[in-house]
């Protein structure tokens, strides 16, 4: 088979890899709340609100940096207030046998690109955009988009409201804390029922 044959062969290159599953711990996931509510703590701060030292929190970081659990700080912006209030989800079909690798590279490196997702279904390539304005996303669309080799078909979809942005990273560490917390109790628990 080449790789002519294998359209999603490419899709290799060009998406984030998978990562094994890192131990964490409960000092671990709580820190991790902590930097979800306020990336800029300080390792004083952190150490003082986990009951540790300021060097055990850097290394804890540390590790988490190495092993790939945090993968950087980052700002979060309102995007209205910057001058991009529409958010547009562009379905992608590209060309039958088409290789979807430097499809979706092409795509990612349009600045008005959030993100591009390789979806099961009708379609190939979901991506998420921030424009300006209408006349913004059609020169998107005519001067970018449509100009990238083995795209066949887009269907744009408009954003027209969207919820408030929730803190996802606390909430889910929270879940899993709760999780490893009732099973942690499970066992001693029904040891002292037991009787």
């Known amino acids: 088979m080449t790789r002519g044959d294998a359209p999603l062969a490419g899709l290799l290159h060009v998406t984030t ?6 131990p964490l711990d409960d000092v671990d996931l709580a820190l991790l709340q902590l ?4 990336a800029r703590a300080s390792r004083r701060r952190l150490a003082r609100d986990l009951g540790m030292s300021a060097p055990a929190i850097g290394e804890r970081i540390a590790r ?39 499809v979706m590279a092409a ?3 349009l600045p008005e ?23 913004h996303l059609r020169a998107v669309l005519l001067e970018k988009v449509w100009q990238i080799p083995g795209v066949q078909r887009t269907e744009t979809y408009l954003s027209i409201a ?18 490893q917390a009732a099973a942690a109790a499970g ?9």
């Open 187 to 195: 066992p001693a628990a029904s040891r002292g029922g037991v009787g």
């Open 113 to 135: 690109v959030e993100n591009v997702t390789v979806v099961t279904g009708d379609l190939d390539l979901l991506a998420r955009l921030r424009v300006r304005d209408y006349a």
């Open 17 to 22: 890899p998978t990562t094994a599953p890192v």
């Open 64 to 102: 988490m940096e190495r092993t790939g659990v945090i993968r950087g700080f980052s700002v979060v912006l309102d995007w209205a207030a910057a001058g991009f209030p529409v958010v547009i989800y562009l379905a992608i079909t590209a060309g039958q046998g088409q290789d979807l690798g430097p």
């Open 162 to 179: 969207e919820s408030s942005p929730k803190n996802f990273v606390s909430e889910l560490v929270a879940s899993v804390r709760s999780s």
């Open 35 to 38: 930097l979800a509510a306020d």
């Open 107 to 109: 795509v990612s490196r």
